[in-house]
């Protein structure tokens, strides 16, 4: 009888260990920090693909998952700061970029130099891939605006600035669909190599890992 009770005590702390393990996991990963993976190049160099980063979901605040809506305010974005969010023309999908505006600022680009509140910017993350200069409305990536960024929205822009789809294109991002900034990188490799491969473990950045995202 006894050593029945004892097996049956066992089993039951491991289940409760389990399930306060997935619980823990679960929580931190809804409102502290979640782990992302850069699928293309629009952040380089900043950010290459086959990069993983941790994404600080607190930063910008407690939110009640899926809504968005802030139950406790920390502190708004700032420009410079590099953001996950949902992509608004499909919330499915998440994007990566660097804001560039913050509610009220008024954004203009001209010749690929961006202006925040009529004067340039020092913007060193910025990669110019491109001598060519686009022009006409139809044709936003080089010049733009200006535009004024409405209240509690974002303009952003990759880094590779001639090879990105952002702000520029599809507009502002609503702070209520930012998922948090990221900081910092736990993996980097080749993700065009195959998976269970040699190549692919002599293509891990081994300089990259446990570096800050700036």
């Known amino acids: 009888m006894s050593i029945k009770a004892n ?98 600022d008024t954004i203009e680009i001209k010749n690929k130099k961006v202006f925040v509140n009529g004067q340039a910017i020092d913007d060193p993350h910025a990669f110019i891939s491109s001598a060519t200069v686009l022009s006409g409305r139809d044709n936003p990536r080089d010049n733009f605006g200006p535009v004024l960024v409405p209240e509690d929205r974002v303009f952003v822009m990759g880094d590779n600035r001639d090879n990105s789809y952002d702000s520029r294109f599809w507009g502002f991002v609503d702070q209520k669909d930012i998922l948090g900034k990221a900081f910092i990188l736990y993996w980097s490799w080749d993700i065009d190599k195959p998976l269970f491969s040699l190549d692919r473990f002599t293509s891990i950045r081994w300089g990259r890992l446990a570096n800050l995202i700036d």
Do not use: W
């Not at 952040?43 to 009640?64: E, W």
């Open 7 to 104: 097996k049956k005590s066992t089993f039951r702390e491991y289940f409760e260990a389990i399930c306060i393990a997935v619980l823990l996991a679960l929580v931190i990963r809804t409102f502290i920090v979640q782990a992302f993976k850069i699928p293309s190049g629009s952040m380089l160099p900043t950010l290459q693909i086959g990069d993983h980063l941790l994404v600080n979901k607190f930063i910008y605040g407690l939110r009640i998952p899926f809504s968005g809506k802030v139950l406790i305010p920390v502190r708004d974005p700032e420009r410079g700061e590099v953001i996950v969010f949902k992509f608004p023309r499909d919330r499915s999908v998440d994007y990566i970029k660097r804001v560039i505006g913050t509610p009220g």
